[in-house]
C-alpha cells in the first residue's frame, strides 16, 4: 500500500505561480510513472501531466509550456511548478502513482484561480 499526501494548493490571482507537491509513502524511484490529475465538480477527472521512471515527460495540451512535473530524488517529492495560471485551471488536484502495477491516489489539494 502507497499512500500519496498532496500539499500546496491556494487561492491564487489569475497570471500567477503556484507548486503543488506530493510525497509518497515509498521511494519515488520505485514508482513506474507518477501524474498529476485534476477535477472540478460534475465532471471527470483530467489528466493533467506525467513523469514516467524512464525520465520522459508528458502534458496536457491545455497546460503545455504553462506546467512543469519534475521530482526532487533527495527530498523524495514529486512537484507540479504551475505558471500563467488562468480561472480554468481551478480544481482539486490530485497526485497519482503506479507502484507494481497498482495505481494510487492522494487526497487532492485545491487550487482557485480568481481575482
Known amino acids: 500500500q502507497v499512500q500519496l499526501v498532496e500539499s500546496g494548493g491556494d487561492l491564487v490571482q489569475p497570471g500567477g505561480s503556484l507548486r503543488l507537491s506530493c510525497a509518497p509513502s515509498t521511494n519515488l524511484n520505485s514508482m513506474s510513472a507518477m501524474s498529476w490529475y485534476r477535477q472540478t465538480p460534475g465532471n471527470q477527472r483530467e489528466w493533467v501531466a506525467l513523469?514516467?521512471?524512464?525520465?520522459?515527460?508528458s502534458y496536457a495540451d491545455s497546460v503545455k509550456d504553462r506546467f512543469f512535473i519534475y521530482s526532487d530524488t533527495m527530498k523524495n517529492m514529486l512537484y507540479l511548478q504551475m505558471y500563467n495560471l488562468k480561472p480554468e485551471d481551478t480544481a482539486i488536484y490530485y497526485c497519482?502513482?503506479?507502484?507494481?502495477?497498482?495505481?494510487?491516489w492522494g487526497q487532492g489539494t485545491q487550487v482557485t484561480v480568481s481575482s
Open positions: 497519482h502513482g503506479i507502484y507494481l502495477s497498482e495505481e494510487y
Open positions: 513523469t514516467r521512471s524512464s525520465g520522459t515527460f
